[in-house]
């Protein structure tokens, strides 16, 4: 069992940046890959982008491609997002998560388990 801990999330403006964290609990951190997934209210949860054990790989949603950046520290057992040039629209309830398999990873909420309890993110017009 994993549990997940984000944080970092708050209140800025358009153009700003903020830089969640994701904190799991475990031994076993470097083996799971991890996604980055957004609810806005009255909408589907969204990817948002994912990372491999290692951290070689990154794979980002086309709305987020450019300006976000997920990276882990497989030592302190988190896994980052950075996000700049923040939008109205990217204003959500962020959560991490374990994908399920640890080698092909996915763009669909099923396909992970062990969420976090989310942060949220408001950006400003």
């Known amino acids: 069992q994993v549990q997940l801990v984000e944080s970092g999330g708050g209140l800025v403006q358009a153009g700003g940046s903020l830089r969640l964290s994701c904190a799991a609990s475990?031994?076993?951190?470097?083996?799971?890959?991890m996604g980055w997934f957004r609810q806005a209210p009255g909408k589907e949860r969204e990817f948002v982008g994912w990372?491999?054990?290692?951290?070689?790989?990154?794979y980002y949603a086309d709305s987020v491609k450019g300006r976000f950046t997920i990276s882990r520290d497989n030592a302190k057992n988190t896994v980052y997002l950075q996000m700049n040039n923040l939008k109205p629209e990217d204003t959500a309830v962020y959560y991490c998560?374990?994908?399920?398999?640890?080698?092909?990873?996915?763009?669909?909420?099923?396909?992970?388990?062990?969420w976090g309890q989310g942060t949220q993110v408001t950006v400003s017009s």
């Open positions: 998560a374990v994908s399920n398999n640890p080698i092909f990873l996915s763009t669909l909420a099923r396909m992970y388990s062990y």
């Open positions: 990372i491999s054990r290692d951290g070689d790989s990154t």
């Open positions: 475990g031994r076993t951190f470097s083996r799971y890959a």
